[in-house]
């Protein structure tokens, strides 16, 4: 870990800043709720959260002190590639579930919640937003990155000897 200008490269660290971002985002939500609409400052903090991420994590290889280019977001193509898969999914997943929070309220229960109101759907979908965006920048970086990754190292052959 580097202080100035900071950067995180080991994978250790970068799980530490991801469970202490996690603990800090439960943190914030006693004093969200305090808002009209919590969902959209916590999906702030979230792609906030990420974003300050990209800047600072570095992959094997990269330069340290170097800013990293606004868009890219890991080191690698096929890690860009996979983060943006995990968030395509789950803005879908979000998307889907939609309908369903409504359809629910079909079903007949013994003890029933708080009605539902239509900001509910709101806020899902801008959570399905936010996992869209995040999906979006990191298949960017993806593409962008291309087929760039290190040259695999070449396995020697059996050894000649000239005779």
């Given at each position: 870990?580097?202080?100035?200008?900071?950067?995180?490269w080991d994978?250790?660290?970068?799980?530490?800043y991801?469970?202490?971002?996690?603990?800090?985002?439960?943190?914030?939500?006693?004093?969200?709720?305090?808002?009209?609409?919590?969902?959209?400052l916590?999906?702030?903090?979230?792609?906030?959260?990420?974003?300050?991420?990209?800047?600072?994590?570095?992959g094997?290889?990269e330069?340290?002190?170097?800013?990293?280019?606004?868009?890219r977001?890991?080191?690698?193509?096929?890690?860009?590639?996979r983060f943006?898969?995990v968030?395509?999914?789950?803005?879908?997943?979000?998307?889907?579930?939609?309908?369903?929070l409504?359809?629910?309220?079909?079903?007949?229960?013994?003890?029933?919640?708080?009605?539902?109101?239509?900001?509910?759907?709101?806020?899902?979908?801008?959570s399905?937003?936010?996992?869209a965006?995040?999906?979006?920048?990191?298949?960017?970086?993806?593409?962008?990155?291309?087929?760039?990754?290190?040259?695999?190292?070449?396995?020697?052959?059996?050894?000649?000897?000239?005779?």
């Amino acid at each position: 870990m580097k202080w100035k200008p900071l950067r995180i490269w080991d994978w250790r660290l970068k799980l530490v800043y991801v469970i202490v971002a996690w603990g800090l985002g439960w943190a914030l939500v006693p004093l969200v709720r305090l808002t009209h609409d919590p969902g959209v400052l916590l999906s702030a903090y979230h792609v906030a959260i990420i974003l300050f991420g990209a800047r600072i994590f570095r992959g094997t290889g990269e330069q340290v002190d170097a800013p990293r280019a606004s868009w890219r977001m890991t080191s690698r193509p096929t890690m860009s590639r996979r983060f943006g898969k995990v968030a395509r999914v789950l803005a879908v997943l979000t998307v889907v579930f939609i309908p369903i929070l409504y359809l629910s309220e079909l079903v007949p229960r013994e003890h029933p919640g708080r009605p539902l109101t239509p900001w509910d759907g709101i806020t899902l979908g801008l959570s399905a937003l936010e996992f869209a965006v995040i999906a979006f920048l990191y298949l960017r970086s993806a593409r962008r990155l291309g087929w760039r990754e290190a040259p695999k190292a070449k396995i020697a052959g059996p050894i000649k000897i000239d005779s």
